[in-house]
């Protein structure tokens, strides 16, 4: 059953990896090339590439995926390699085949239409690929290691190289695409952290209150939420207390704010938003004894 069951997530994955990979792709032949916009990544470096040497872009990103997949081999080791492998085969993939199917097929032309759902393609597609557990390979990889060797913050590493990479762009595209591109790069940056904290939303309460054993019990069984009960003490009096930690629904908030205060008027509620919950009662079943 445990094997049936890592295959079953192993397959999970590699679907995500591919559908993300291709929603890339797709990204970038629909909205990307067709306007000329400079990017990052890659595909900025393999833009430069055609534009001086006539190398076409998919054979030169295909090559130089492969080439930081050894470098992430040699430097991280052999399982950073394996969440690479698919997506260092399947972005150049996909690309030549929307090339292959797709041919001159243009949506629009409109600079600030292509710029939106180019990014909003892009982010989606890469937030998809890292919630899965892999990595995108290519220019993901030489801030990784500029991390691990120069305590350089990853997010840095990754805005510093795309700007060069667009700064050489600039060598032969017009200002206005480059500026563009700089918003496109905004674009898919916000959307990837958006998806990488995307859930099921829930909302966090803590209570405290010189009834929380009472509060504790009404949420049990009034709401049917887990409780998590807290030994705190206070700051001013170094009184003792209990604190009443629970995650709730945003529907069943009201109900819990409305039993708390029918118990003590006076208890201290702190309400909190959270991105997403997993464990017993929400993402697993409820268990009852």
Excluded at 82 to 98: C, G, N
Excluded at 225 to 246: A, C, P, W
Aim: hydrophobic letters at 50%; one cysteine or more; proline letters at 3%.
């Amino acid at each position: 059953m445990d094997r049936k069951h890592h295959l079953l997530q192993a397959l999970s994955a590699f679907l995500w990896v591919a559908a993300g990979n291709f929603l890339y792709a797709l990204a970038v032949k629909l909205f990307l090339l067709p306007v000329g916009f400079g990017t990052g990544g890659s595909t900025g470096i393999a833009l430069t590439v055609n534009h001086f040497l006539g190398i076409p872009v998919t054979q030169f990103v295909l090559f130089f995926n492969v080439c930081m997949l050894v470098i992430g081999y040699f430097v991280f080791g052999r399982q950073f390699a394996a969440t690479t492998l698919a997506s260092t085969f399947l972005y150049p993939l996909s690309l030549e085949l929307l090339t292959r199917l797709l041919g001159d097929c243009v949506l629009t032309e409109d600079p600030v239409l292509c710029t939106l759902f180019s990014g909003l393609g892009i982010g989606i597609a890469l937030g998809m690929v890292i919630r899965s557990g892999s990595s995108t390979g290519g220019m993901d990889i030489p801030p990784l290691i500029l991390q691990k060797y120069f305590r350089v913050p990853v997010s840095a590493g990754m805005y510093a190289f795309d700007v060069c990479i667009l700064l050489a762009q600039a060598l032969f595209r017009p200002a206005e695409n480059i500026l563009y591109g700089i918003l496109l790069v905004l674009i898919y940056t916000i959307v990837l952290d958006k998806v990488l904290i995307m859930g099921t939303a829930r909302t966090e309460i803590k209570v405290i209150s010189a009834r929380s054993d009472e509060i504790r019990q009404a949420i049990l069984q009034q709401i049917d939420r887990g409780v998590t009960v807290i030994d705190g003490e206070g700051g001013y009096l170094h009184n003792k207390t209990q604190i009443v930690l629970s995650i709730v629904s945003r529907r069943e908030l009201p109900k819990a704010e409305k039993l708390i205060r029918s118990i003590d008027p006076e208890s201290f509620m702190v309400i909190s938003h959270v991105n997403e919950v997993r464990g017993r009662g929400f993402s697993l079943n409820k268990m009852y004894q």
